[in-house]
T-cell receptor, first 113, second 110 residues
Framework: NAGVTQTPKFQVLKTGQSMTLQCAQD?????MSWYRQDPGMGLRLIHY???????DQGEVPNGYNVSRSTTEDFPLRLLSAAPSQTSVYFC????????????FGSGTQLSVL | GENVEQHPSTLSVQEGDSAVIKCTYS??????FPWYKQELGKRPQLIID?????GEKKDQRIAVTLNKTAKHFSLHITETQPEDSAVYFC?????????FGAGTRLTVKP
């Protein structure tokens, strides 16, 4: 099993550009989620999903969209990137639907200039 | 919503000593408290967790204690080793509201 796979590992955007961060898991986990990690602020939940077709907002959802068309994939979309979205993004999944016992991906370092 | 505070932000110990990291939470609905370890440049990994109906849990050199009345929980690492050096995050979860602490950078000096 590959676990949780995130792509790309690094990305540089200009303000206003859009992009999609990809996340896939091969563990048949129902729960998937996105976090951003900023220095001194820990991990903050952006969006999460408890199954295909179901998504919900986390602590910091503004500026991000998600969809969950399959159990395996949970992409994160930045519609119009802003410098405040410069961060490290982690995708995570769990076999539980309540966010417990998370398996994290390797992260995406995003810089918005 | 939930608010989690973590202390200290940095901790340096000698190899073989114990390390304690403390977290407090605000939402009495929180019922699950995990700890994640993140080595430099790596992904966070779950090292131990505890539910609200348990006061203490131990796994080899790592233990977590929970005081529901005071709304605080702690990570205890005994006989620290250089490979324990990392950033440790606590979290509190209740009603799908998940909040992480800001992290503690633990350095174990050989």
């Amino acid at each position: 099993n590959a676990g949780v796979t995130q792509t790309p590992k690094f990305q540089v955007l200009k303000t206003g550009q859009s992009m999609t961060l990809q996340c896939a898991q091969d563990m048949n986990h129902e729960y998937m989620s996105w976090y951003r990690q900023d220095p001194g602020m820990g991990l903050r939940l952006i969006h999460y999903s408890v199954g295909a077709g179901i998504t919900d907002q986390g602590e910091v959802p503004n500026g991000y969209n998600v969809s969950r068309s399959t159990t395996e994939d949970f992409p994160l979309r930045l519609l119009s990137a802003a410098p405040s979205q410069t961060s490290v993004y982690f995708c995570a999944s769990s076999y539980r639907t309540d966010g417990e016992k998370l398996f994290f991906g390797s992260g995406t370092q995003l810089s918005v200039l | 919503g939930e608010n989690v505070e973590q202390h200290p932000s940095t901790l340096s110990v000698q190899e073989g000593d114990s390390a304690v990291i403390k977290c407090t939470y605000s939402d009495s609905a929180s019922n699950y408290f995990p700890w994640y370890k993140q080595e430099l440049g790596k992904r966070p990994q779950l090292i131990i967790d505890i539910r609200s109906n348990v006061g203490e849990k131990k796994d080899q050199r790592i233990a977590v204690t929970l005081n529901k009345t005071a709304k605080h929980f702690s990570l205890h690492i005994t006989e620290t080793q250089p490979e324990d050096s990392a950033v440790y995050f606590c979290a509190a979860i209740g009603n799908n509201d998940m909040r992480f602490g800001a992290g503690t950078r633990l350095t174990v000096k050989p």
